[in-house]
């Protein structure tokens, strides 16, 4: 085999699994997977939660780590389960501190690292620059201290060429918000709609 017919091979293998790859994760919250919980909770833990109040993820300190994505995470988190979900919650708000409202349930996290990596280096070779994200999230009563949820985000992208150059910590993040506010909504009672059968 020629040179140029195995270059032409591997850039087509690169673009097949660039196709094929989006599809084992997602943003869409509807369709993300929920988290594992890390203590053991109730099927729907969430039940009595009516009013949500999503509170900044705290984020490392003292690294080269973008201030702002703990606030950026719980606000697209609230953005998710207010608009994804329809009218599961009553209301569901990005705040600082619980608002005192019956039946509320205040969500928090961690941002335990958050390496954005590189595109270029990931696009010159595999293991070059990789970008990962880990943390996790709990949700409690506004009266309690007990966690009625907590569950854990792990996400390394490491992949080398076209591939490693098609993701990154922004995409990494929104997986993330879509699993948490999917792992939210089934604690709460919601139910993924049945995909329609091809006829």
């Known amino acids: 085999m020629s040179f140029r017919i195995r270059k032409l091979a591997l850039a087509a ?13 997602t943003t869409q919250s509807t369709r993300a997977k929920a988290l594992k919980p890390t203590t053991e909770t109730a099927a729907q833990s969430l039940a009595d939660c009516t009013n949500i109040t999503v509170l900044p993820f705290s984020v490392p300190t003292g690294k080269r ?10 606000r697209d988190v609230e953005r998710r389960l207010s608009t994804d979900f329809g009218d599961l919650f009553a209301s569901v708000e990005y705040a600082n501190a619980a608002r005192g409202v019956e039946n509320e349930c205040v969500v928090e996290g961690a941002i335990t690292k958050y390496k954005k990596g590189s595109r270029f280096a990931r696009a010159m070779l595999i293991g070059l620059g990789p ?7 709990t949700v409690r009563s506004g009266a309690g201290t007990e966690p009625l949820l907590s569950a854990g985000f792990d996400k390394l992208w490491a992949w080398g ?10 995409e990494m993040t929104d997986e993330v918000a879509a699993s948490i506010a999917a792992t939210l909504a089934k604690a709460k009672g919601w139910t993924p709609p049945v995909a329609a059968k091809a006829s």
């Open 131 to 137: 970008a990962s994200l880990e943390g996790n999230v």
């Open 65 to 74: 780590v973008d201030p702002t994505a703990g606030g950026e995470l719980a």
């Open 161 to 170: 060429g076209v591939i490693g150059a098609s993701k990154g910590i922004e």
């Open 13 to 25: 293998v690169a673009v097949s699994a660039v196709a094929v790859l989006p599809a084992c994760t």
